[in-house]
């Protein structure tokens, strides 16, 4: 490992550890500038219709120390921390008393394997077809073009209702909603496995379309630039293969893609997170969904904790990835 | 500057984009002044299919015209026997021992399977009951039904309607080639994209919540394009320390998704706090980020340029160098970045409302919020009201469409590497 290289995992480090405690302090904040009582709700579905005005207070002061909220910020805040490191992040208001963690637990996983491949499927379709678009500039190109912009530009969840509609509603190829059949008990049997798959298609599928129009284009235009670049100038002159050309070129234009993509992953996962709730997939999507609709304020602040943190340790990990394709770090010289 | 403009209405890209754009807009601008209907009046009750609706009643009342149309007893007969009835006689001719195997339930064999029908059906001969599947008496009702539906088509068929009660009572006769004129009829209401969930037009609604999303857009992408740009001016040009603390901030905001913030600020805020603009500026606030890094490396590459420096050695001011030597050189950036604001702003609103977290929905409708409708009340699924949800779709792919449209445009014009 160069010098150069020590260097900026230090940087990334330091940015990681630094965004990682402004997205905890961000997470614990925000919630809390909400108006409205969150346990006045609670105890107001909960108390019987003839309950003395001490007898509200008590229940009043029951939940406020159950939640932890008649301590000062700073214990809240420790609370929240600590909750947040031992994976229970809490009790949820509107489930009362069941743990977060208990309601969201599964929903990560589901969302981590949707997302994750979909998310690399269609970055690499969508260089693959950038890249040819640029190297071939034909006719297909130029007619091509204007479709897969006007494509790229519907939104996540209009891809993913289409979907929907088109193969699930009026074709019956796949399931409507869920990640499994609702009658099926997870288990690791065939029947739940092909279940799962049927299940996975279309919620993958959109997710994939989606990205890779964007990356397609990007990729296109960066391939072009590159392609008029000097030093491809300078390589046909001197008579180089087409073919090693091409790949100097594509390795090019492949830097900033892998730098687009740490950029515009949260983004990504955003568009996805909501494609999830057109589909009913039990993802966080759909947990942070139903956590909004019934003002469960613990659950939404873990799901958007989880997603952060999910959203960081992805481009964190593309930026270590990007140090080992970039010569420029290798070689010391990167800022 | 007019150089420029020619340049940039040269492009094509950006021209074919402007054009949509600007059809989107004057639409959202004109349809009003035409069309007076309230956007979030409920008309009728759920989803009505798009088409033009007349009162029954009223076209009873209206003057009646006489019309031989040559193709009336067929037309009426195709709207009247459903699929299943078609499927019905079919499976009837082929317990005959009919050869039904140029037979189907589409309009075209239409003609086909009514002489085969005709010829072939005897109620005497079903009511012996000897053919498998038409046993039960309720199966030859159904098809005595079926063959009186069939036989009364006929253009000289009347039907008698009665008005008032008792010895009030009127009978009027209605012919079968008896027709209105539409606009003779007191009550019609033409919806072309049919009513949605809440039985509003969608039409009106969608032209409505475009204005709101463009409006939404561009309230969002002005705030974020000023504010990045006032931060990237500051960070590029006065360095420093100033340059480290905004550079701190807007590191922290590149990683951690807009997305989650807005979920976490509009969640805090409450359904009823979140207005229109409460919502844009909220959006716009939490995007200015890109803007502001762009902004920034490309002042500090301007900062020591030969006419910034003579400038400074002039004695000109902070406000005139910036507006004067550095402004001019990042402008159109500056545009194409406030385009691509808009249409993410846009965006970040229907997501949003997806989630539930859109702005007040009993104020006006959004783009947003009329998809979270079509889903809350299962357009997707058990309604399958393609109208509700699918021209929505259209018109924000639309806008996103040609404001990148513009944006590659631009980005063809002043960076003449990328030009085809």
């Given at each position: 490992m160069t010098k150069g290289m020590r260097k900026y995992f230090k940087k990334k480090i330091f940015w990681f550890v630094i965004t990682f405690i402004a997205a905890v302090i961000l997470n614990f904040i925000l919630p809390r500038l909400m108006p409205g009582d969150p346990v006045n709700s609670i105890v107001g579905k909960n108390i019987s219709p003839g309950a003395t005005q001490e007898q509200v207070q008590e229940q009043i002061a029951y939940y406020q120390h159950q939640f932890g909220l008649d301590k000062d910020i700073f214990g809240q805040f420790w609370d929240f921390v600590k909750n947040a490191f031992n994976g229970t992040f809490g009790v949820s208001y509107s489930q009362y008393p069941r743990l977060v963690s208990d309601i969201i637990g599964s929903s990560i996983w589901w969302t981590v394997a949707l997302q994750l491949p979909a998310i690399l499927v269609g970055w690499l379709l969508g260089n693959l077809l950038g890249a040819l678009a640029a190297y071939k500039r034909s006719f297909y190109d130029k007619a091509l073009m204007p479709v897969t912009l006007f494509f790229s530009a519907i939104p996540a969840f209009g891809a993913a209702v289409i979907l929907l509609v088109v193969f699930a509603v009026n074709l019956k190829w796949a399931p409507v909603n869920g990640a499994f059949d609702p009658g099926m008990i997870p288990s690791f049997s065939w029947k739940f496995i092909s279940s799962v798959i049927a299940h996975y298609q279309l919620p993958f599928w959109s997710i994939v379309l989606i990205s890779i129009g964007g990356q397609a284009v990007g990729m296109r235009s960066m391939s072009i630039y590159e392609l008029n670049a000097d030093y491809v100038k300078y390589a046909r002159f001197l008579g180089i293969k087409d073919k090693k050309i091409v790949r100097y070129v594509f390795r090019n234009a492949m830097l900033p893609q892998v730098t687009g993509l740490a950029m515009s992953i949260g983004a990504m996962v955003g568009g996805a997170l909501v494609a999830e709730t057109i589909f009913s997939y039990p993802g966080l999507g759909m947990s942070m969904y139903a956590a909004i609709n019934s003002s469960d304020y613990p659950v939404i602040s873990a799901c958007t904790l989880i997603i952060t943190v999910m959203v960081l340790i992805a481009s964190f990990l593309l930026d270590i990835i990007y140090a080992f394709i970039d010569p420029r770090v290798k070689a010391a010289q990167f800022d | 500057m007019k150089n420029t403009l020619r340049n940039v209405f040269h492009s094509p890209r950006f021209l074919v984009g402007f054009i949509i754009f600007m059809i989107i807009l004057l639409t959202v601008l004109i349809y009003p002044w035409f069309v007076h209907r309230d956007p979030l009046q409920g008309l009728g009750k759920g989803f009505l299919e798009p088409g033009t609706y007349l009162s029954v009643y009223d076209a009873n009342d209206t003057d009646t015209y006489r019309v031989e149309l040559p193709e009336a007893a067929a037309n009426r007969l195709e709207a009247s026997l459903p699929t299943e009835d078609r499927q019905m006689m079919i499976d009837y001719l082929k317990a005959m021992g009919v050869d039904v195997s140029g037979l189907d339930t589409s309009n075209e064999k239409m003609e086909d399977l009514l002489v085969a029908w005709n010829a072939n059906y005897d109620e005497a001969d079903a009511k012996k009951n000897k053919y498998e599947g038409f046993a039960t008496q309720a199966k030859r009702n159904a098809l005595r039904r079926l063959d009186n539906k069939i036989k009364s088509s006929n253009s000289n068929v009347t039907m008698s309607v009665v008005k008032g009660e008792g010895d009030d009572a009127t009978v009027k006769t209605v012919n079968g080639n008896d027709f209105v004129k539409v606009d003779e009829v007191a009550n019609s209401v033409n919806l072309p994209l049919g009513t949605d969930n809440f039985g509003r037009d969608t039409l009106t609604e969608l032209v409505e919540a475009t204005g709101i999303s463009l409006l939404i857009g561009l309230i969002a992408g002005s705030i974020a394009t000023l504010l990045g740009l006032l931060v990237g001016l500051l960070a590029g040009y006065v360095g420093g320390v100033l340059d480290d603390i905004l550079m701190f901030i807007a590191n922290i905001f590149t990683v951690i998704p807009g997305f989650v913030l807005l979920i976490l600020i509009y969640s805090a805020l409450?359904?009823?706090?979140?207005g229109i603009v409460t919502c844009a500026v909220i959006i716009g606030i939490t995007s200015w980020v890109w803007t502001a890094r762009s902004v920034r490396s490309q002042v500090i590459s301007l900062r020591n340029r030969d006419h910034v420096n003579l400038s400074k050695l002039s004695g000109h001011s902070l406000f005139r160098i910036v507006t004067t030597d550095i402004l001019p050189y990042i402008a159109s950036y500056v545009v194409m970045a406030f385009i691509l604001q808009v249409s993410s702003g846009i965006l970040a609103e229907a997501q949003l409302s997806m989630l539930g977290l859109g702005p007040n929905p009993n104020e006006l409708p959004t783009l947003g919020l009329m998809m979270n409708w079509a889903k809350l009340f299962g357009a997707y699924t058990s309604s399958n009201a393609w109208w509700a949800y699918f021209p929505v779709i259209m018109v924000i792919a639309l806008i996103s469409f040609s404001l990148n449209l513009m944006n590659t445009g631009l980005d063809q014009v002043f960076n003449p590497t990328l030009r085809d």
């Open positions: - | 409450g359904a009823e706090s979140r």
